[in-house]
């Protein structure tokens, strides 16, 4: 085999608390609860004749990213390590998401290129790939608990923190409802602005534990899901997240312009919020505020929800 591409879709974590403590990147993580994307990163491996490795980074609108591709180099060289490989290759990675925004790109990627690199060389399992990509994700301050939330898959809850499929524990349940994602386009912030500061770590973490130690008293199915989106806008005030005036002024403007069948909710970390239906199974028709929030000078971008 030449070449592999593998998809992996986003992850919006809608509350989450800090477990960054422990020595071992596998057992750093968090819990909480999100939802899993359609859209997300492609990545695609192949054998190069002779070096050096190349590595390309594209963002949505087909321009490079140069500052990822750092990622991708640290998580090659670590698979190099695991597996014992010095073969050269090509690796090309395409974002369908904005990063910086809470869609978990990074973690979609590092994900996506792990599963494809071991395909390639007919290397590792699922879980070994999974925990490489958890471990290259807390190296570079990524998220905490994106590449758990996305093995689990659909809407999950995380109550373990750590890497798949072990130490970490996590389960979720299909969704399959189309969803809408809003940001500001000049407003993204990196997660590690958050999950390495003192004071928002701990507003965080007692919001967090708190949203899960409920939801935890509950089946995890379709049942839960208006509780969870009361537990997401709960988290998103007792956290003091929504008291940052960029994060407000969006919600607000995107309330504005939503009806009835929508429910909107911030996505953690970035400045952009989900609108998702506000009851499942509901038909709800995302044409018309589309159309608004992008004359408005805001990113737009209609997905589903795995």
């Given amino acids: 085999m030449d070449e592999v591409t593998v998809q992996v ?6 509350l989450f608390s800090v477990h960054s403590k422990p020595l071992l990147a596998r057992n750093q993580g968090s819990k909480g609860a999100g939802l899993c994307l359609e859209d997300g990163v492609e990545a695609t491996v192949e054998h190069l004749a002779k070096g050096p490795d190349q590595i390309l980074v594209t963002k949505m609108d087909g321009s490079p990213f140069v500052e990822g591709e750092k990622m991708y180099f640290d998580l090659l060289n670590s698979f190099r390590d695991l597996f014992n490989i010095d073969s050269p290759v090509r690796i090309t990675i395409h974002l369908e998401l904005p990063v910086s925004q809470g869609f978990g790109m990074s973690a979609a990627g590092i994900l996506a290129t792990s599963l494809a690199l071991g395909e390639l060389f007919d290397c590792g399992d699922e879980g070994q ?13 990524g998220g905490l608990g994106d590449v758990l939330g ?6 999950e809850l995380r109550v373990i923190p750590g890497s798949p499929p072990f130490p970490g524990k996590a389960y979720g349940f299909d969704v399959g409802c189309p969803a809408l994602l809003v940001w500001d386009p000049d407003g993204g912030k990196h997660t590690s602005n958050y999950i390495d500061d003192p004071q928002w770590k701990s507003k965080i973490t007692l919001a967090g534990e708190s949203a899960v130690n409920r939801l935890k008293m509950h089946e995890w199915n379709q049942g839960i899901w208006n509780r969870l989106l009361e537990e997401a806008d709960n988290f998103a005030l007792e956290s003091g997240l929504l008291d940052e005036p960029e994060r407000a002024k969006l919600l607000n403007l995107v309330l504005e312009q939503s009806d009835d069948s929508m429910s909107s909710h911030l996505c953690m970390l970035g400045t952009s919020l989900i609108i998702l239906p506000k009851r499942l199974g509901q038909n709800v028709d995302f044409g018309t505020i589309t159309s608004k929030l992008r004359s408005l ?3 737009v971008r209609e997905t589903i929800l795995q």
């Fill in 9 to 14: 879709g986003g992850h919006v974590t809608l």
């Fill in 150 to 155: 996305l093995w689990a898959g659909g809407c």
């Fill in 129 to 141: 790939l999974a925990r490489l990509a958890h471990r290259l994700e807390r190296q570079n301050s």
């Fill in 297 to 299: 000078g805001l990113g």
